[in-house]
């Protein structure tokens, strides 16, 4: 199995600040790779497929870039709804699988 | 609009079984890949299942493997997934979520083994 890791694991952050999360596959997974938002309590929410295209309605200030083993989800500029955990997922082999997920608070 | 809505969760003995319902809206279920994602109480996401489109290959985690089963109903545009021999390990929130990179989520259904 593919397995996926995040880092950091948490991070704490302000409003406006540039937040980057890491993920990376244990092996290739080409481009295959989505990124999520989960607040507490809600469902995850779909920011982008395929390693850096944004899912519809999205916000811009969200982007996301890599390929082979290394991604990369950047928030330009934090805004107070963007705090909550965030996973990565691989779809390139089954079974696909989660990245341990990374919190960001204040 | 494209919604899904879960039902069917609630609490079950261990060695039990449960059905959960994925009911699709604003698109045709029998168009898309859709997977069932688990995640047990203030645990992280895990991908359970994956149907393709054509609704014959079904892919499991090893740890339903063999005890879970999905299903589609094109007619009733609904996704289906069907658990036996329930572990208490099994307890989490089951999301139903379209596409092979998902881009929609359902809300979730509780489903909890316990004796």
């Known amino acids: 199995d593919i397995q996926m890791t995040q880092s950091p694991s948490s991070l704490s952050a302000s409003v406006g600040d540039r937040v980057t999360i890491t993920c990376r596959a244990s092996q290739g997974i080409s481009s295959w790779l989505a990124w999520y938002q989960q607040i507490p309590g809600k469902a995850p929410k779909s920011l982008i497929f395929?390693?850096?295209n944004l899912q519809s309605g999205v916000p811009s200030r969200f982007s996301g870039s890599g390929s082979g083993t290394d991604f990369t989800l950047t928030i330009s500029s934090l805004q107070p709804e963007d705090f909550a955990t965030y996973y990565c997922q691989q779809y390139n082999t089954y079974p696909f699988t989660f990245g341990p997920g990374t919190k960001v608070d204040i | 609009e494209v919604q899904l809505v879960e039902s069917g969760g609630g609490l079950v003995q261990p060695g039990g079984s449960l059905r959960l319902s994925c009911a699709a809206s604003?698109?045709?279920?029998?168009?898309?890949?859709m997977n069932w994602v688990r995640q047990a109480p203030g645990r992280g996401l895990e991908w359970v299942s994956h149907i393709h489109i054509s609704g014959t290959t079904i892919y499991y985690a090893d740890s339903v493997k063999g005890r879970f089963t999905v299903s589609r109903d094109n007619a009733k545009n609904s996704l289906y997934l069907q658990m036996n021999s329930l572990r208490v390990e099994d307890t989490a929130i089951y999301y139903c979520?379209?596409?092979?990179?998902?881009?929609?989520w359902g809300q979730g259904t509780l489903v909890t083994v316990s004796s």
């Open positions: 604003g698109f045709t279920v029998s168009g898309y890949e």
């Open positions: 979520a379209r596409g092979r990179g998902i881009s929609h």
């Open positions: 395929a390693a850096s």
